[in-house]
């Protein structure tokens, strides 16, 4: 069985300051490792994607993650934030069976002030 | 560009009042997936599509019934609702495309 723990509920950061959201995983089978970001009122929008090859991968609006299987993390950062980033972010893993694997952790709320 | 779409977006209903959430994709892709997001557990998966005709249990599928009898289309069905379902769904096609969401309030 799957697994994700993305750590902290809440994370604030001052606007230009480094953004760094933690996800840890469990998976017994080499994972698919995801970043989604949920704007208020909206839909979940992919940010970015860990298949294999590079174990660092980089997404949309400026964020990025990095593979670590011997800490088996996954964790997103963005060298600076923005007022727009503030949004909730779900972590997500799935294993190479398919999608219909596919399991979310629990959100982290990025708040971001001027 | 992927596209999912659902409605309602918004459903308020009564306990025991059989509805229907309908989900299309634009991608004329083979898999598809219901998911409920409720405050502090996440998105949970209720059931998903390998295909047409082909439909499997998620991790929270008590209470909803699914079809899959074209490729664009995956209804979500409740027969008779109750007040545990007030939540947040997403139809998707994962991993790339969300629908916009349909927030469900069961009185």
């Known amino acids: 069985a799957q697994s994700v723990t993305q750590l902290g509920s809440h994370v604030s950061v001052s606007e230009g300051a480094l953004v760094l959201l933690r996800c840890n995983y469990s998976s017994s089978v080499p994972p698919y490792l995801f970043w989604y970001v949920q704007y208020p009122n909206q839909g979940l929008q992919l940010l970015l994607k860990?298949?294999?090859?590079?174990?660092l991968v980089k997404g949309i609006n400026g964020f990025e993650a990095e593979f670590k299987k011997s800490e088996t993390s996954f964790h997103l950062t963005k060298p600076s934030a923005h007022m727009s980033d503030a949004a909730e972010y779900f972590c997500a893993v799935s294993d190479q069976r398919g999608y219909s694997t596919l399991t979310f952790g629990k959100g982290t709320m990025l708040l971001v002030s001027p | 560009e992927a596209q999912v779409t659902q409605n309602p977006r918004y459903l308020i209903t009564v306990t025991g009042k059989k509805l229907t959430v309908t989900c299309s994709q634009n991608?004329?892709?083979?898999?598809m997936s219901w998911y409920r997001q409720d405050p502090g557990l996440g998105l949970r998966q209720i059931y998903y599509s390998m295909n047409v005709e082909v439909t499997d249990k998620g991790d929270v599928p008590e209470g909803y019934k699914v079809s899959r009898k074209e490729k664009r289309n995956f209804p979500l069905i409740l027969e008779s609702p109750s007040p545990n379902q007030t939540s947040l769904y997403f139809c998707a096609r994962p991993p790339q495309a969300f629908g916009p969401g349909t927030r469900l309030t069961v009185t």
């Open positions: 860990y298949t294999t090859g590079a174990t």
């Open positions: 991608m004329n892709h083979e898999y």
